[in-house]
């Protein structure tokens, strides 16, 4: 596998690496002799759903305040330093 991923292991890796692969294929092999005929598939093991929060106006900063603590700002917008071209 590693000639065939051009990878260069030193013989001390590629022992390491095989067992380490051997244990991985072991694992599965394992796995794939499970019974689980009666077991429907599932796409997470908890059952999940979606938590909604009631979408509520709430006050927000007085943009005027906002602005005045901007570095920079025109026409009620912060102004930044551009970031394609030249910077003013």
Do not use: C
């Not at 051009?6 to 690496?17: F, R, T, V």
């Not at 009631?54 to 007085?62: G, I, Q, W």
């Amino acid at each position: 596998m590693a000639n065939l991923a051009k990878l260069a292991l030193s013989e001390e890796e590629e022992l390491m690496y095989t067992g380490q692969l051997a244990a991985i294929l072991d694992h599965a092999r394992d796995i794939m002799a499970l019974d689980t005929a009666d077991l429907s598939p599932t796409a997470h093991p908890l059952e999940l759903r979606n938590v909604f929060r009631r979408d509520v106006e709430t006050p927000s900063l007085d943009r005027d305040e906002v602005m005045s603590q901007a570095p920079a700002a025109e026409e009620g917008r912060f102004m930044v330093p551009r970031i394609l071209g030249e910077a003013p």
